[in-house]
């Protein structure tokens, strides 16, 4: 298999993907993997994806950082710093009060 090209997926848009991949062909091995991880720890509904989109251009956050974000869906201000902080992102108490509503 060869690489086209990358982009950071949210679990639900790669769950996605490869299910619609299963349906044409055979999973290799390392898709057959992130297949069963996504269903297995997935926690946001596929109607959540344009969540990312919204938080990238509201509060200026990188796309990975975003996706992160929605995939892990933290309730508390404590765990959104952690996440925020090892993406070397600062947002003010407001703000991230304003994620986490949204989430």
Known sequence: MQIK????????????????????????YEQLQALEHAEKFQKTGSD??????????????????AIKIVD??????????AILVKDKVELEDAAMEAILKKL
């Open 5 to 28: 090209s990358t982009k950071p997926l949210s679990q639900a848009e790669a769950k996605q993907i490869l299910e619609e991949r299963k349906k044409d062909s055979d999973l290799d």
């Open 48 to 65: 959540r994806v344009k969540l990312v989109s919204e938080l990238v251009k509201e509060f200026t956050l990188p796309l990975e950082t």
């Open 72 to 81: 892990l869906s933290p309730s508390k201000t404590e765990t959104l710093k």
